[in-house]
């Protein structure tokens, strides 16, 4: 499981990987065609950082969308709306570090093992994925 950070300058986030030592796969050109014909255009760049575990990695890829593109978001059925997104590392600064280093402040949580959690508000009710 990973998770996506939008950004408004992806060769910027990709620049400042490369600069803080880590691998970098991208990036990378993406298109797709919705069911109603709409065209979505992004670009998108992952970064190796060596904290995931357990199929988790808690360091996000990262995507800019393209300017002639809707964000999926802006015409999707309105009522769900992120609340948080958390996550707990066995070593929490060492990824707070990384996800700084990468324009992403946050707070990581000590645990033993990798666990991303988001928290959504939804029409009915409060919903936790972890």
């Known amino acids: 499981?990973?998770?996506?950070?939008?950004?408004?300058?992806?060769?910027?986030?990709?620049?400042?990987?490369?600069?803080?030592?880590?691998?970098v796969f991208g990036p990378r050109d993406g298109l797709r065609v919705r069911p109603d014909g709409?065209?979505?255009?992004?670009?998108?760049?992952?970064?190796q950082a060596g904290l995931a575990e357990d199929d988790i990695d808690p360091v996000p890829f990262f995507i800019q969308w393209a300017s002639g593109s809707v964000h999926p978001s802006a015409d999707a059925p309105a009522g769900c709306r992120l609340v948080s997104l958390d996550a707990s590392?066995?070593?929490?600064s060492k990824l707070q570090d990384t996800?700084?280093?990468?324009?992403?402040?946050?707070?990581?949580?000590?645990?033993?093992?990798?666990?991303?959690?988001?928290?959504?508000?939804?029409?009915?009710?409060?919903?936790?994925?972890?």
């Open 99 to 130: 996800l700084a280093r990468l324009g992403i402040s946050t707070t990581v949580r000590a645990d033993q093992r990798t666990v991303l959690t988001a928290t959504l508000e939804t029409p009915r009710g409060r919903v936790v994925i972890s």
């Open 1 to 23: 499981m990973t998770w996506a950070a939008s950004t408004l300058d992806l060769d910027d986030v990709v620049s400042r990987a490369r600069a803080s030592g880590f691998g």
């Open 89 to 92: 590392h066995p070593s929490p």
């Open 38 to 47: 709409v065209t979505l255009k992004w670009r998108s760049a992952g970064i």
